[in-house]
C-alpha cells in the first residue's frame, strides 16, 4: 500500500523559500505523477503543481514563477520549493499521486503539513 | 473563491440520505472532464471516494454514490452514518485556467 508523508519546517519567514519533501513507501516513485496541493486555513484546495518521474512539470500558472517540482528516485521522494513567500502562502501543503493528468484523480494523499509565514 | 461551487455545509440524521452537489461551467465539468470526490477529516489524509464521475475504489462502501449532468455533478450519502462525518470536496479540471480545480468543500454533520 502506497504511503505518502510530507515533512519539513513549519514555519518559514516572509520573502524566503518555503521547502517541503514527500517520501513515498510502499511503490516505487517511477510512472506516476507526483503532485502538490495546499489548503490555506478554511479556504479551499489549490493545486501548485506536478512532476513526473523522468523530471517533467506542469504548474499552476499562478504559482508558476515562484515554484520548482522535483523529483529523486534514488530516494523515493519528491520536493516543492516556493519562493518568496508571503502570509498568503500560510497553508496546508497536501502530496499526493495521480497515474495521468488534467482531469485524472489523486490517490493516495499524504497527511498534510501545515506551513505558517511569519512576518 | 473557488472554480467550482459546494454548499458550505449539509446535514443528516443516521439513516438518511444526503447530497452534496458540485457546480461548475462549461470550461470545466460542462466541458466534459471527469469530476471526483474526496472525504476529509482534519489532520488525516484526505481519501479518494469517487473517480470518474461514478466509480467508488475498493473499499469505499456502495452507500457512497455519485453522478454528473451537465455542469454539475452530485455524490449521495445513504443510510447516514456517524463515521460519515467529514467534509467532502468535488475536483475537476478547467481548460481554461489548466489546472485542477476543487470545490470549496461541505462539511457534513450527521445529527
Known amino acids: 500500500q502506497v504511503q505518502l508523508l510530507e515533512s519539513g519546517p513549519g514555519l518559514v519567514k516572509a520573502s524566503e523559500t518555503l521547502s517541503l519533501t514527500c517520501i513515498v513507501s510502499?511503490?516505487?516513485?517511477?510512472?506516476?505523477?507526483w503532485t502538490w496541493i495546499r489548503q490555506p486555513p478554511g479556504m479551499g484546495l489549490q493545486w501548485i503543481g506536478y512532476v513526473y518521474y523522468n523530471g517533467r512539470t506542469n504548474y499552476n500558472p499562478s504559482l508558476k514563477s515562484r515554484v520548482t517540482i522535483s523529483v529523486d528516485t534514488s530516494k523515493n521522494q519528491f520536493s516543492l520549493k516556493l519562493s518568496s513567500v508571503t502570509a498568503a502562502d500560510t497553508a496546508f501543503y497536501y502530496c499526493a499521486r495521480s497515474i495521468a493528468v488534467a482531469d485524472h484523480w489523486f490517490d493516495p494523499w499524504g497527511q498534510g503539513t501545515l506551513v505558517t509565514v511569519s512576518s | 473563491q473557488s472554480v467550482l461551487t459546494q454548499p458550505p455545509s449539509v446535514s443528516g440524521a443516521p439513516g438518511q440520505r444526503v447530497t452534496v452537489s458540485c457546480t461548475g461551467t462549461s470550461s470545466n465539468i460542462g466541458a466534459g472532464y471527469d469530476v471526483h470526490w474526496y472525504q476529509h477529516l482534519p489532520g488525516t489524509a484526505p481519501k479518494l471516494l469517487i473517480y470518474?464521475?461514478?466509480n467508488r475504489p475498493s473499499g469505499v462502501p456502495d452507500r457512497f454514490s455519485a453522478s454528473k449532468s451537465g455542469t454539475s455533478a452530485s455524490l449521495a450519502i445513504t443510510w447516514l452514518q456517524a463515521e460519515d462525518e467529514a467534509d467532502y470536496y468535488c475536483q475537476s479540471y478547467d481548460r481554461s485556467l489548466s489546472v485542477s480545480v476543487f470545490g470549496g468543500g461541505t462539511k457534513l454533520t450527521v445529527l
Open positions: 510502499g511503490d516505487a516513485i517511477s510512472s506516476y505523477y
Open positions: 470518474a464521475n461514478t
